[in-house]
């Protein structure tokens, strides 16, 4: 089946522009995670939603960085004012909740780069 | 909060020769040690994992062991090949969240033929 999605695959933008980005998640998978990975580094928590629950925020960096998910379907990822050091790659995953479930499948990432 | 050190961050063997990586964590709680592997331009996918009630697993050429007294694990690769060359990342899921995970720095293992 389809996996993980996210779009746009790169994003390059100006400083102080917003950007948004999405993450279409397996079907029937009801926790969806948000990462930043910076070049040469391991993966920056940022956000979790877990079904209608409400999301785990702990992660952002600032709050210039918004998350929604309607139900467990489709998220955004919002960055408002960007910066330069918004620059990485962000990915997002999803995994089926369930009793030994912890594998989390990953989006292919957006690029973003931040001029 | 939990901490995940990793090393080294880069590693090149012969092809044949096994690999090592070594990842230590800071949550003596820590309950679940995922690895994932990223192919160059690829996303992250897991490749093995183990919980904190099992001290080594295997799958074919990859294994995992776990110290929990000393607070380590390592993935040990053996008989390496080319297409093993890619970025490698631990995780630690601490004790007080069922479901985030932190990851270590990753490490860039190179598998000269």
């Known amino acids: 089946g389809a996996g993980v999605s996210q779009s746009p695959s790169n994003k390059v933008t100006e400083k102080g522009k917003d950007v948004e980005l999405r993450c279409d998640p397996i079907?029937?998978?009801?926790?969806l995670y948000w990462y930043r990975q910076r070049l040469g580094q391991g993966l920056e928590f940022l956000i979790y939603?877990?079904?209608?629950?409400?999301?785990?925020k702990s992660g952002l960096p600032s709050d210039r960085f918004s998350a929604e998910r309607t139900g467990e379907s489709v998220s955004t990822l919002t960055i408002q004012r960007t910066q330069q050091e918004d620059s990485a790659v962000y990915l997002c995953?999803?995994?089926?909740?369930?009793?030994?479930?912890?594998?989390?499948?990953f989006g292919p990432g957006t690029r973003l780069t931040v001029l | 909060g939990e901490n995940v050190e990793q090393h080294p961050s880069t590693l090149s063997v012969q092809e044949g020769d096994s690999a090592v990586i070594k990842c230590t964590y800071s949550?003596?709680?820590?309950?679940?040690f995922p690895w994932y592997k990223q192919e160059l331009g690829k996303r992250p996918q897991l490749i093995i994992d183990?919980?904190?009630?099992?001290g080594e697993k295997k799958d074919q050429r990859i294994a995992v062991t776990l110290n929990k007294t000393a607070k380590h694990f390592s993935l040990h690769i053996t008989e390496t090949q080319p297409e093993d060359s890619a970025v490698y990342f631990c995780?630690?899921?601490?004790?007080?969240?069922?479901?985030?995970?932190?990851f270590g720095s990753g490490t860039r293992l190179l598998v000269r033929p």
């Open positions: 995953a999803s995994r089926f909740s369930g009793w030994g479930t912890d594998t989390q499948y």
């Open positions: 079907s029937g998978h009801t926790a």
């Open positions: 939603f877990q079904g209608n629950s409400a999301p785990d």
């Open positions: 949550d003596s709680a820590s309950n679940y």
């Open positions: 183990i919980r904190s009630n099992v």
């Open positions: 995780a630690a899921r601490p004790a007080d969240s069922s479901y985030k995970l932190i």
